[in-house]
């Protein structure tokens, strides 16, 4: 069975910072692309960022220079650094794992986790 779990939000000021984190774990074979995606109350779930297996970057419009993807393949784990928070990134922040599963079968597939909420607001 495989987890992938989100952890880190909460609620910040304008201008605060905070970070999420994307665990995954069980019957894992690779990590291939990871990605943040988030959703705001009454709009369509949007890309806020991905990571390849390699490390490449890349961002949503409204985020560059102020988020950072990044990911420890050690830990399975993966990152969004956040900073300059505004409240328009208010929303239900999810990560998407692109995973290949199983050691003997092995098969690919996208898993997301639960979500984090994350609320900016004075």
């Known amino acids: 069975q495989v987890q992938v779990v989100e952890s880190g939000g909460g609620l910040v000021q304008p201008g605060g910072s905070l970070r999420l984190s994307c665990a995954t774990s069980?019957?894992?074979?690779?990590?291939?692309?990871m990605g943040w995606y988030r959703q705001a109350p009454g709009k369509q779930r949007e890309l806020v960022a991905t990571?390849?297996?390699?490390?490449?970057?890349n961002y949503a419009d409204s985020v560059k220079e102020r988020f950072t993807i990044s990911r420890d393949n050690a830990k399975n784990t993966m990152y969004l650094q956040m900073t300059s928070l505004k409240p328009e990134d208010t929303a239900v922040y999810y990560c998407?794992?692109?995973?290949?599963?199983?050691?003997?079968?092995?098969?690919?597939?996208?898993?997301w986790g639960q979500g984090t909420q994350v609320t900016v607001s004075a």
């Open positions: 990571i390849t297996s390699g490390g490449s970057t």
């Open positions: 069980g019957s894992i074979f690779s990590i291939n692309a």
């Open positions: 998407n794992a692109d995973l290949t599963t199983g050691f003997v079968v092995k098969r690919r597939a996208a898993y």
